[in-house]
Structures are given as structure tokens and as C-alpha cells.
């Protein structure tokens, strides 16, 4: 009889477990962020007012912070009167050498930029900052700021200014 009962037993806490992991804790984000009751999602342009101008980096900027949001959560893109809203402007844009050779030049520059962003929640006015977010990417001092040096870069610097954005309004971190 214990033969019969003990599968039964098995099968039962499995599902146990099962219910238990499933149900415990609501509903889990992967990001460890809440939007709370929000539904919609305002992200405007970001001007590039830096002293030196990257063409293209107000835009790639924008888009970026822009995805990053509609990928980590199911907040909708609108264009004005969203529940939560980030504006603010790109405010340095940087190159400088960061180590030197032997013959006393650069080996190795950094771009740096920084973005002040306003983040303001119409449904809890508490959360609302204003923050300075910054971050850099070293290069080869050898190598001209184009074509896929500056892609990589941007790509490492949107990457993690957005996700500090993103950790400092939803993930609260």
C-alpha cells in the first residue's frame, strides 16, 4: 500500500511547490521595477547642450531611453500628459587623454557624457527628481571617434545611463 500512496505523495508536493513559487508574491518583474497604477509613459526629446555637439546624439540618446522603457515595462509611449514623464537635456559631451606613453601622448582617450533628467509622476508626486546621470567610454587614442568607435561607445554609455535612469524613477534604486 505505501507503494501506491508514495508517488500520490510525491505528485501532491510537487504541485504544492508548484502553487506555493507561483502564487507567493503577486505578480514578480524581472527588472525589480514598479510603474504602480501608471499606464502611460511621456519621453521627450532631449536637446544636446553640451559645449561640443555630437550631431546625432540627442536623438540616439532619446530613442534609447525610449526603448529601454517600452522593453522593461508595459507602460505606453504617449506624447504629452503621460503619467510618468522624463525630460531634460544632455549637458556634457566630452573627450579627454586619460593615460599617457612613454613619449608623453595619450594613449588611451575617454569620452564622457552627462544627462539632467527631470522625472516627474503625476500619481505620486513624491517619486519626482531632478538628477545628473553620467558615464564614459574609454578608447584607443590612436582611433578617430567615428564610424564604430563612436557606435560601440554610445551604445556602453546609453546603456548605462538609461538603466540609471530607469533604477533611480521605477526601480527605485
Known amino acids: 500500500m505505501t507503494q501506491k500512496i508514495k508517488p500520490f505523495l510525491n505528485a501532491i508536493i510537487i504541485v504544492v ?21 501608471a499606464k502611460t509613459i511621456q519621453i521627450d526629446y532631449f536637446p544636446n547642450n553640451a559645449q561640443l555637439v555630437e550631431p546625432r546624439l540627442s536623438n540616439e540618446f532619446t530613442l534609447a531611453l525610449q526603448d529601454l522603457f517600452l522593453r522593461q515595462t508595459n ?6 500628459n503621460g503619467d510618468l514623464q522624463f525630460e531634460g537635456e544632455i549637458t556634457q559631451y566630452r573627450i579627454e587623454p586619460m593615460t599617457a606613453t612613454a613619449q ?3 594613449a588611451q582617450n575617454r569620452l564622457t557624457i552627462s544627462v539632467r533628467v527631470r522625472f516627474f509622476n503625476k500619481l505620486k508626486e513624491a517619486d519626482n527628481f531632478e538628477q545628473t546621470f553620467s558615464f564614459y567610454y574609454d578608447f584607443d587614442a590612436n582611433a578617430q571617434l567615428t564610424g564604430s568607435v563612436v557606435d560601440e561607445a554610445f551604445k556602453v554609455i546609453f546603456e548605462r545611463i538609461t538603466q540609471d535612469i530607469f ?3 521605477i526601480a527605485k534604486w
Not at 511547490?17 to 497604477?37: E, N, R
Open 17 to 37: 511547490l508548484i502553487l506555493a513559487t507561483t502564487q507567493s508574491c503577486g505578480v514578480y518583474s524581472f527588472t525589480g521595477g514598479s510603474t504602480g497604477d
Open 75 to 80: 507602460l505606453n509611449l504617449i506624447k504629452s
Open 104 to 106: 608623453q601622448t595619450a
Open 167 to 169: 533604477n533611480a524613477s
